[in-house]
């Protein structure tokens, strides 16, 4: 079984950054892809980011790919998401998630494994 614990979530101004980082508790992330999601209130949970452990290919939402960046560090089996030039639009709980079999990398819907979320507010 595989839990995920999210860090690095805070309160930030616009225009400030925070790195966001997922570490894997039970077996390493060999083999899963790893998504960043996040979830305002009031909307559905959206695709933001997800990097494939076995290639290290990485796939950014189109409206974050200029701002925000994916990448793993192996040592640590931590997946981290690193959010620049923060907008108050970008204020919402992000959640880590993991699964090994993903046909569609921004479906909420084929990832197996989810941590708890991490608050990221932005003010204006």
């Known amino acids: 079984q595989v839990q995920l614990v999210e860090s690095g979530g805070g309160l930030v101004q616009a225009g400030g950054y925070l790195r966001l980082s997922c570490a894997a508790s039970g077996r390493t992330f060999s083999n899963y892809v790893v998504g960043w999601f996040r979830q305002a209130p009031g909307k559905e949970r959206e695709f933001v980011a997800a990097i494939s452990w076995r290639d290290g290919s990485t796939y950014l939402a189109n409206s974050m790919k200029d701002r925000f960046t994916i990448s793993r560090d192996n040592a640590k089996n931590t997946a981290n998401l690193q959010m620049n030039s923060l907008k108050p639009d970008d204020t919402a709980v992000y959640y880590c998630?993991?699964?090994?079999?993903?046909?569609?990398?921004?479906?909420?819907?084929?990832?197996?494994?989810w941590g708890q979320g991490t608050q990221v507010t932005v003010s204006s």
């Open positions: 998630a993991a699964s090994i079999a993903i046909r569609r990398i921004g479906n909420v819907e084929e990832y197996e494994h």
